[in-house]
């Protein structure tokens, strides 16, 4: 959807500037009259954002998930309490970090001047992702904005603790290969140009490790800008393509047909549908509601595909385990589940029995394929690497045995 830059006079007579997405620029303007605000300037926005020379590269002016679970938290403590959205606002923002508190003050502008909170985090997709906006439009939509919020907050939090603990264990391979490539620079750069020219002067041909080796340095030295040249350019094809729904789509099935990654993929998805479904339901949300405002959180679009036909299965009349029976191929020991739990009336039970089966289950396969991983890239470099270090010395050693 196009992004427009606005710039307008609010109740106050202040002047306020903003970004806004809508299908045109009429939408656009009259979106932002339905909020208060006399437009006079409005242009589309620039869809690279601000250069790079103008931008915190260490991230401290984005909104990271940390400061979105923070938010979360601290505001559905407040909604459940008993505040209004703006009062519970306007104390949040007090505590916020200095990334977001800017952002904050803009919502609470927004609301007080007559529009919903989804709508006003629309305004800032760069705070706050489209899945977290749709899920609080389902939750204001059916008056259960407390319960939507606090499961947000548990969903968001469950996703950073996984990426967290990939990215911990991902540091000793990641150190290996860095290393590993460390050293063949030096091989290829430093230690093989330097014995050519003993083999040059014997008369013996070079093994066949250092002849590949040559080979590799005079190629990279030929080709490097060409090959700069086109990892940046597929890196701009895949960020520009990465967001569009037919890409996704193809990742999702993609991830879902890998071998050692669809367990992993599957698992992590099917914990966060049942935890968030069950929280739902235990705060006696209707299977509906509660379907649409979990739609959005899957990061997979199979999953997201599979809780629309849910919805719409509902809707005539069906059950959840038949509307999910897209993802039977995935999990259909929790597609049982799901089936046994609405046949004796136990479904968010039953839901959250299953979202800590597969919560669990998705953190050991991490740790056993990680565990396999290390010990298979250890023994792969130090092949490599040792290898190359042997042919080297041998050959060092026979051109020695020929100047005797």
Not at 71 to 96: I, M, N, P, S
Request: with cysteine; hydrophobic share 50%; proline share 6%.
């Amino acid at each position: 959807m196009p992004a427009f830059a606005y710039r307008a006079y609010g109740p106050d007579g202040w002047i306020r500037a903003g970004r806004i997405e809508a299908a045109g620029r009429e939408r656009a303007v009259s979106a932002l009259r339905g909020e208060g605000l006399q437009v006079f300037e409005i242009t589309p926005a620039p869809r690279g954002g601000a250069p790079f020379w103008s931008r915190d590269l260490l991230g401290r002016d984005r909104v990271n998930d940390a400061a979105r679970i923070g938010f979360l938290k601290e505001f559905g403590t407040l909604l459940g309490a008993g505040l209004t959205v703006d009062r519970a606002l306007r104390l949040v923002e007090r505590q916020a970090s200095a990334a977001l508190r800017p952002i904050l003050a803009d919502l609470l502008e927004r609301v007080v001047s007559g529009a919903s909170l989804s709508r006003a985090m629309a305004a800032h997709p760069e705070a706050f992702p489209r899945d977290m906006v749709d899920a609080v439009r389902a939750g204001e939509a059916t008056g259960r904005l407390v319960d939507v919020v606090g499961t947000l907050s548990v969903s968001l939090e469950r996703r950073d603790a996984v990426r967290r603990h990939l990215a911990s264990a991902m540091v000793y391979p990641a150190l290996l290969v860095a290393m590993a490539i460390g050293t063949l620079a030096m091989v290829v750069g430093v230690l093989v140009p330097a014995l050519s020219p003993l083999f040059e002067g014997s008369g013996q041909a070079p093994p066949f490790a250092i002849r590949a080796a040559a080979g590799l340095g005079a190629l990279t030295a030929a080709f490097w800008p060409h090959a700069l040249a086109g990892l940046g350019l597929a890196g701009l094809v895949l960020a520009r393509s990465w967001g569009r729904p037919g890409f996704g789509a193809w990742r999702a099935r993609l991830a879902l047909r890998l071998p050692l990654l669809r367990e992993i993929v599957a698992g992590a998805e099917f914990g966060r549908l049942c935890r968030v479904l069950g929280t739902l339901l235990q705060a006696e949300v209707p299977i509906p509601d509660a379907v649409a405002a979990t739609r959005p959180l899957p990061r997979n679009a199979v999953f997201r595909d599979a809780l629309g036909a849910a919805g719409r299965r509902l809707a005539e009349g069906g059950s959840l385990a038949s509307g999910l029976a897209a993802l039977q191929p995935y999990a259909p020991s929790t597609l049982n589940l799901i089936a046994s739990g609405e046949q004796v009336n136990r479904l968010p039970s039953v839901l959250l029995h299953a979202a800590e089966m597969h919560e669990r289950q998705t953190r050991e396969r991490i740790d056993r394929l990680l565990g396999l991983l290390t010990p298979l890239v250890t023994i792969a470099i130090g092949g490599l690497i040792g290898g190359l270090i042997l042919s080297v010395m041998g050959a060092i050693l026979s051109v020695g045995q020929l100047t005797q």
